[in-house]
T-cell receptor, first 113, second 114 residues
């Protein structure tokens, strides 16, 4: 069964600190992995998308890594800001078809001043 | 350019009623997908449309249906509403059906069933 597990479920950090969110998946065959940021009450916004051959991708202060062998991905946030407070969702696609995706339940990040 | 537009933004319905939600994709995007998001279940895939044809469907009962028009705009319908249908319904669009494309989400329609 295709599954995506994210950890931790929630995280509180102080402004300016770094943090790392984890995503483990059992999706097969693997097509791509995406990280989304979702502010409360808003639609998700794409941060990164990685294919099998990519092991690192950055988007500003966000850096995603992918280890296709261990089926793990991480999202590292550098020098956190209050605006980083959101839910971060990992999505793994097992087919080139967009509908063939498995969503993680997300990690809720709270950045405090 | 304009993003994905969903209407209505908020609505309240009574059990047993039906509801229709609308989604206008980004101009030039031909693939539209729908998702249900609840606090306990996270994001759940409902269905995906491309060129007016449903290409994929999630594990939802037949009360959930959708369609896509020739201009790529899409609607989803939920009949015989149940309390458990209360959720944020998100629409997303992408250029085509390839999952390698970036998917852009709308702000969602908040449905409350009472």
């Amino acid at each position: 069964k295709n599954q995506v597990e994210q950890s931790p479920q929630s995280l509180i950090i102080l402004e300016g600190k770094n943090c790392t969110l984890q995503c483990n998946y059992t999706v097969s065959p693997f097509s791509n992995l995406r990280w989304y940021k979702q502010d409360t009450g808003r639609g998700p916004v794409s941060l990164t998308i990685m294919t099998f051959s990519e092991n690192t991708k950055s988007n500003g202060r966000y850096t995603a890594t992918l280890d296709a062998d261990t089926k793990q991905s991480s999202l590292h946030i550098t020098a956190s800001q209050l605006s980083d407070s959101a839910s971060y969702i990992c999505v793994v696609s097992y087919n080139t078809n967009a509908g063939k995706s498995t969503f993680g339940d997300g990690t809720t990040l709270t950045v405090k001043p | 350019k304009a993003g994905v537009t969903q209407t209505p933004r908020y609505l309240i319905k009574t059990r047993g009623q039906q509801v229709t939600l609308s989604c206008s994709p980004i101009s030039g995007h031909r693939s539209v997908s729908w998702y249900q998001q609840t606090p306990g279940q996270g994001l759940q895939f409902l269905f995906e449309y491309f060129s007016e044809t449903q290409r994929n469907k999630g594990n939802f009962p037949g009360r959930f249906s959708g369609r896509q028009f020739s201009n790529s705009r899409s609607e989803m319908n939920v009949s015989t509403l149940e309390l458990g249908d209360s959720a944020l319904y998100l629409c997303a669009s992408s250029k085509d059906i390839n999952s390698g494309n970036t998917i852009y989400f709308g702000e969602g329609s908040w449905l409350t069933v009472v």
